[in-house]
Each structure stands twice: as structure tokens, then as C-alpha cells.
């Protein structure tokens, strides 16, 4: 089992920057991706960008690329997601998932292959 609990999240005004925590414990060294998905209100959760444990690739989403980046600390067990120039339609609860065991890199955007998830952290920026 592993487990995720994010942090970090709050108010901001658009064109700040918030940085989001992502502990793990348990099984982590099973773990191959670990990702950020975020769901606004009354929209489906969205992938935000993934990173895996070994060889650190990284992916973004379309919507946040050079303004996001994501990045772990295999020593802390911790991932991170940075946010800068971060615009209204950011907000959203931010999710942490992690995916034990293999996945094909062009499924890791997908919410259904991730094994764990943690209970969320509200972003939310004014305009």
C-alpha cells in the first residue's frame, strides 16, 4: 500500500505562484509514476503532469506547460508541483496518484491506471 497526502494549496491572485507537496509512505520504491490530476466544479478530473521514480520523464498538459513544473525527492519520498503564472481557470482541487508497476507513458494521462490516490488540496486563484 502507499500512501499520498497532499499540501500546499490556498488562495492566490492570477499571475502568482503556489508550490503543492505530495508526501508518500508505505511501498513507495513500487511505485513506477506518480502524477498530478486536478478537478474543477462540475468538470471531470484532469491530468496536470506526471513524472516517473527512476529516470524522471516528465509530461505536461497542453494547458500548463511552461508555466507548471513538476519534480520529486526520492530521498524525502516527496513529489512537488511548482505554479507559476497561474490564471483563474487553474482552480481546482489538485490530486496526487501513483501507479505501481509499469504503465506505458501514453497512458499515464489516463485517471483509471493510477493505484493510489490522495484526498486532494484546494488551488484556488482570483482574478
Do not use: H
Not at 499540501?7 to 505562484?17: D, H, N
Not at 498530478?36 to 524522471?56: D, H, L, M, N, Y
Not at 516528465?58 to 508555466?67: C, H, L, M, Q
Request: some cysteine; overall charge positive; hydrophobic content about 35%.
Amino acid at each position: 500500500q502507499v500512501q499520498l497526502v497532499e499540501s500546499g494549496g490556498g488562495l492566490v491572485q492570477a499571475g502568482g505562484s503556489l508550490r503543492l507537496s505530495c508526501a508518500q509512505s508505505g511501498r513507495t520504491f513500487s511505485t513506477y509514476a506518480t502524477s498530478w490530476f486536478r478537478q474543477a466544479p462540475g468538470k471531470e478530473r484532469e491530468f496536470v503532469a506526471t513524472i516517473t521514480r527512476s529516470s524522471g520523464n516528465t509530461v505536461y498538459a497542453d494547458s500548463v506547460k511552461g508555466r507548471f513544473t513538476i519534480s520529486r525527492d526520492n530521498a524525502k519520498n516527496t513529489m512537488y508541483l511548482q505554479m507559476n503564472s497561474l490564471k483563474p481557470e487553474d482552480t481546482a482541487i489538485y490530486y496526487c496518484a501513483a501507479a505501481a508497476g509499469f504503465r506505458v507513458a501514453g497512458l499515464l494521462a489516463r485517471s483509471d491506471v493510477y493505484d493510489y490516490w490522495g484526498q486532494g488540496t484546494q488551488v484556488t486563484v482570483s482574478s
